[in-house]
């Protein structure tokens, strides 16, 4: 079964650092685009961040360096370290599945596989 | 506030024919494929449409999308209860460097 799985979410004071993690399962991960959306209380969703195949990295302009998204192919799983978090970071953080890369092409079919998602709160 | 305008609510009756409309400018829509994700309530968002009007497998042809200019329009036919849910557009660059937007979601009631 393809599946994703956030981890990592909770509770963080104004000003400090979360990590969040997503393992995936069911599918060739090394050969597919890996995305962060994020979700606030009632409201609608944002990109945040992506990463490629190559590791080549991507953010949201509005995060200001903040965030850093990795991938770790060995284990299946991409992360997003985020620093320097304030309210309106608080979220629920999704994992998604982007383009999948073979050597010869790319098939861009949008965000196929999305995981249930990890809370942030931030909060003193 | 989101790049891309959709209405905040739309409804129809079991059987309709419903539209939701995603309005953007040349720089998002009128360049870049559109998306369109459905959120079920306390749900993950589902692909439902990609690259402006196709359907991923899995996916009703009772759901199509379309596009023209710098706006896309979702149509849902013999709309059903179950296709009450929150509706996101989203306008898309093939490439990862370029931008990635999303609308700010239609509520759907089905009456």
């Known amino acids: 079964e393809v599946q994703l799985v956030e981890s990592g979410g909770g509770l963080v004071q104004p000003g400090g650092s979360l990590r969040l993690s997503c393992g995936a399962s069911?599918?060739?991960?090394?050969?597919?685009?890996m995305h962060w959306v994020r979700q606030g209380t009632g409201k609608g969703l944002e990109w945040v961040s992506a990463?490629?195949?190559?590791?080549?990295?991507y953010y949201a302009d509005s995060l200001k360096g903040r965030f850093t998204i990795s991938r770790e192919n060995a284990k299946n799983s991409v992360y997003l370290q985020m620093n320097s978090l304030g309210a309106g970071d608080a979220a629920l953080y999704y994992c998604?599945?982007?383009?999948?890369?073979?050597?010869?092409?790319?098939?861009?079919?949008?965000?196929?596989?999305w995981g249930h998602g990890t809370t942030v709160t931030v909060s003193s | 506030q989101s790049v891309l305008t959709q209405p905040p609510s739309a409804s129809g009756t079991p059987g309709q024919r419903v539209t939701i409309s995603c309005s953007g400018g040349?720089?998002?829509?009128?360049?870049?494929?559109v998306y369109w994700y459905q959120q079920l309530p306390g749900t993950a968002p589902k692909l439902l449409i990609y690259?402006?009007?196709q359907r991923p497998s899995g996916v009703p042809d009772r759901f199509s999308g379309s596009k023209s200019g710098t706006s896309a329009s979702l149509a849902i036919s013999g709309l059903r209860s179950e296709d009450e849910a929150d509706y996101y557009c989203?306008?898309?660059?093939?490439?990862?460097?370029?931008?990635?937007?999303f609308g700010g979601g239609t509520k759907l009631t089905v009456l």
């Open positions: 989203a306008a898309w660059d093939d490439r990862l460097s370029g931008p990635k937007v």
């Open positions: 998604a599945r982007g383009t999948y890369c073979n050597s010869t092409r790319c098939y861009v079919k949008g965000l196929d596989v």
């Open positions: 040349s720089s998002d829509i009128g360049s870049h494929y």
């Open positions: 690259r402006d009007d």
């Open positions: 069911g599918f060739n991960f090394s050969r597919y685009d």
């Open positions: 990463i490629g195949t190559a590791a080549d990295t």
